[in-house]
């Protein structure tokens, strides 16, 4: 038996219909995604009771086997419990992973795939481009490498279509096209935004505007694309980079300043450093609220001086005699 009540969780009546019940699903999942709340650790998981939640009732023998039973697990076909594996989130499920209730439930699929099908109707491209039963919208927005790793707030101008408030999105007041909207059910918002941008978000995440979708109950979800950064790049949480240093602190070792996201810092490279050579500074990387911060790692290139000189012809002679071996050696000579 499941502890928890799938009618309760997605917030429907018992005698819900199947249209209400996936208005209540797509709100609710949309609301607790992870990628529009990602500084909010329980999220994921409550993105999963109400997944598994909507997977007993959208099954009409399923939801009628729980409302006999009370037994979220029973199979759709004849009474046996489902068997591990072959549930609603095995085999071709774009959910994956095994499960027989909300407790039970495992997420190890794409949370992307699932919020794009979430929003494959919400689209802000149109007064037509929202499916009949969808308060929310959708936007995007091009933020800088700095937002998106430290976080911020963004103020924005945005245009976006409303469900119209007098004719209810309908076009028709009476028999006539409603003369707010001129028949489209929509008319354009044109409104001056705050948002908010978490540490760590990436091209693709998305971030919710509560009350702010085509009508008050929806909310408007702003997908992020990430313009790079001309020295930082990023993997996860963590900062890559370049430094160089001179031939003589790679040969003797140095302390030198490595530029990370929160600003320099004093690192020490050993002597005989390599050029391609890579160093961690634990804990400069991006630190989003998620977990453990991500790290800054680097890679050291050798700069040489630009022009020869005969006092540097001299050196780099006295120097070459300092190799104890060919360092060529190694490397084969045809394939």
């Known amino acids: 038996m499941a502890t928890k009540d799938p009618y309760e969780v997605l917030g ?3 005698k819900a219909s199947e249209a209400e019940i996936k208005k209540a699903y797509r709100r609710l999942a949309r609301k607790h995604h992870p990628d529009v709340n990602a500084s909010d650790a329980a999220a994921k998981r409550k993105f999963q009771e109400i997944a ?3 997977e007993v009732l959208k099954d009409p023998k399923r939801r009628k086997h729980f409302d ?3 037994d979220t697990g029973g199979a759709p076909e004849g009474g046996a419990p489902r068997p591990s594996g072959a549930g609603p989130f095995g085999g071709g499920s774009p959910f994956g992973g095994t499960a027989r209730g909300p407790s039970s439930f495992r997420w190890s699929g794409d949370f992307g795939d699932l919020f794009s099908d979430l929003f494959s109707g919400a689209r802000a491209g149109g007064p037509r481009g929202f499916e009949e039963e969808d308060d929310d919208a959708a936007a995007e927005l091009t ?3 700095r937002d998106a790793v430290l976080g911020g707030t963004i103020t924005l101008q945005v245009r976006y279509p409303r469900r119209c408030a007098r004719c209810g999105g ?3 007041v009476g028999a ?3 003369p707010s909207c001129h028949g489209a059910g929509e008319v354009v918002s044109k409104e001056r935004l705050s948002v908010r941008i978490p540490a760590g978000v990436a091209t693709g995440s998305k971030v919710r505007v509560p009350g702010k979708g085509r009508s008050e109950k929806g909310d408007l979800y702003v997908a992020l694309t990430v313009v790079p950064h001309q020295y930082f790049s990023r993997e996860g949480d963590d900062v890559l980079a370049e430094v160089p240093v001179t031939v003589s602190e790679a040969y003797l070792g140095a302390e030198i300043d490595v530029p990370t996201i929160h600003g320099p810092v004093r690192a020490r490279i050993p002597p005989g450093t390599a050029g391609g050579q890579r160093f961690r500074l634990k804990g400069y990387g991006v630190r989003s609220g998620r977990g453990a911060d991500g790290d800054h790692t680097y890679r050291v290139s050798i700069a ?3 022009r020869p000189t005969e006092e540097g012809r001299a050196l780099a002679a006295k120097f070459a005699g300092l190799y104890e071996r060919d360092p060529r050696a190694d ?3 045809r394939l």
Do not use: E, H, K, Q
Request: proline share 8%; net charge positive.
């Open 12 to 14: 429907v009546d018992r």
């Open 52 to 54: 598994a939640a909507y």
């Open 68 to 70: 006999t039973t009370g």
């Open 143 to 145: 933020i800088s490498f």
């Open 170 to 172: 309908s076009g028709r």
């Open 176 to 178: 006539s096209a409603c």
């Open 304 to 306: 040489m001086p630009r």
């Open 331 to 333: 490397l084969p000579s």
